[in-house]
């Protein structure tokens, strides 16, 4: 009889067999790298998972980073940290940068669509809106007394102030305020503008 084998994750090397084999990958020793694949691959994985949730990007975050870890062998310093360290640094950066361009981009078309969506402007459709109410403006203009008609013409339409109308009617202030505020209130009924 055979004894069961117990099946799981290989155990993680140590901290000193990982640094010997990051100096080995580092001189391009393809079958240290492949040892130091099956070592760090699933903790790798495991971390860019934890980070970027999506499976798929996860696997490709994590691919990012064995290859880095295979061209950039050499740029590890024991001095500064583990091996083991060093790799799951790479592979948070690099999922954090995933993220951030995930996020980036979907901004991006979020505003192209804002800014595509606008509603249509029909152009004809505002210029005859905007004569009828010209029209209308005129037509109830014309309903209004002489001196109101003259005292908004002068005050809205040419700019002048209040004293300024006054003098050009050669009337008191009192009586411009007067005649403006009764024809802006005609105006407004006429317009069938809620105040």
Do not use: N
């Amino acid at each position: 009889m055979h004894a069961a084998v117990k099946q799981g994750p290989p155990p993680e090397p140590s901290a000193g067999r990982l640094e010997a084999l990051l100096d080995r990958v580092s001189r391009g020793d393809q079958e240290a790298f492949s040892t130091l694949y099956t070592a760090v691959a699933g903790s790798v994985l495991g971390l860019a998972r934890r980070v970027v949730r999506d499976p798929a990007q996860s696997e490709e975050v994590a691919q990012e980073v064995l290859v880095e870890v295979w061209r950039c062998a050499a740029r590890f310093d024991a001095r500064q940290g583990s091996a083991m360290a060093w790799i799951m640094t790479l592979a948070h950066r690099r999922a954090v940068d995933r993220v951030r361009s995930a996020q980036a981009s979907a901004d991006r078309e979020f505003r192209a669509g804002v800014r595509d969506h606008s509603p249509a402007f029909d152009e004809v459709t505002e210029q005859v809106e905007r004569r009828l109410e010209r029209e209308q403006v005129r037509r109830c203009l014309q309903g209004l007394t002489e001196l109101q008609h003259e005292s908004v013409t002068l005050a809205y339409y040419r700019g002048y102030t209040y004293q300024q109308t006054a003098e050009v009617l050669g009337v008191a202030l009192g009586t411009v305020k007067t005649r403006l505020r009764d024809g802006l209130i005609r105006l407004r009924d006429c317009l069938g503008v809620s105040s």
